[in-house]
T-cell receptor
Framework: DGGITQSPKYLFRKEGQNVTLSCEQNLNHDAMYWYRQDPGQGLRLIYYSQIVNDFQKGDIAEGYSVSREKKESFPLTVTSAQKNPTAFYLC????????????FGEGSRLTVL | EDQVTQSPEALRLQEGESSSLNCSYTVSGLRGLFWYRQDPGKGPEFLFTLYSAGEEKEKERLKATLTKKESFLHITAPKPEDSATYLCAVRGPTDSWGKLQFGAGTQVVVTP
């Protein structure tokens, strides 16, 4: 079945450590996104990518980094520079950039101890 | 800054008790309003896209409508399986194509 796979589902990190969240899609979608969700707030865009080897900062890119070396993969690294990294992270993809119909993965919950 | 506000924050319904959720937005030159459903601990699932005032979309017990400043998601005769958080998102004229502005959502609980 086609879809978006995020891993790990749960992740615990000590302060000062970098962590990488995986996102893989087999939908053949060009565009991929990373959103962050906090309780009581709307989803906020971290980074997005329209094509391989190209990506753009979203509203809250500070303390995060991404790469897009393959069409299917868009990993997110949460660096030690991110001041409040505990959150629910959602990866999404879309057929093309001109649509708001995003397909989301099941999310990764990161907790910093 | 453009804003998206959803109300109420939470809604508790009896099975069969119809109701409406509201999504108001301040963006001018809307380039799309989107509704999503999110189950606990899961990613959102796309429901509808609306582009112009007067437009309506339906799916099973859900009906979305759009005016110039707000959208409504009507839930008709809800069932317990309609329990979820419903998210609204907009794209404005200055938003790059990859960026949606999401509201905080309305948590709906439908009891038997």
């Amino acid at each position: 079945d086609g879809g978006i796979t995020q891993s790990p589902k749960y992740l615990f990190r000590k302060e000062g450590q970098n962590v990488t969240l995986s996102c893989e899609q087999n939908l053949n979608h060009d565009a991929m996104y990373w959103y962050r969700q906090d309780p009581g707030q709307g989803l906020r865009l971290i980074y997005y990518s329209q094509i391989v080897n190209d990506f753009q900062k979203g509203d809250i890119a500070e303390g995060y980094s991404v790469s897009r070396e393959k069409k299917e993969s868009f990993p997110l690294t949460v660096t030690s520079a991110q001041k409040n990294p505990t959150a629910f992270y959602l990866c999404a993809s879309s057929v093309r950039m001109r649509t708001g119909e995003l397909f989301f993965g099941e999310g990764s919950r990161l907790t910093v101890l | 800054e453009d804003q998206v506000t959803q109300s109420p924050e939470a809604l508790r319904l009896q099975e069969g008790e119809s109701s409406s959720l509201n999504c108001s937005y301040t963006v001018s030159g809307l380039r799309g309003l989107f509704w999503y459903r999110q189950d606990p601990g899961k990613g959102p699932e796309f429901l509808f896209t609306l582009y112009s005032a007067g437009e309506e979309k339906e799916k099973e017990r859900l009906k979305a409508t759009l005016t110039k400043k707000e959208s409504f998601l009507h839930i008709t005769a809800p069932k317990p399986e309609d329990s979820a958080t419903y998210l609204c998102a907009v794209r404005g004229p200055t938003d790059s194509w990859g960026k949606l502005q999401f509201g905080a959502g309305t948590q709906v609980v439908v009891t038997p």
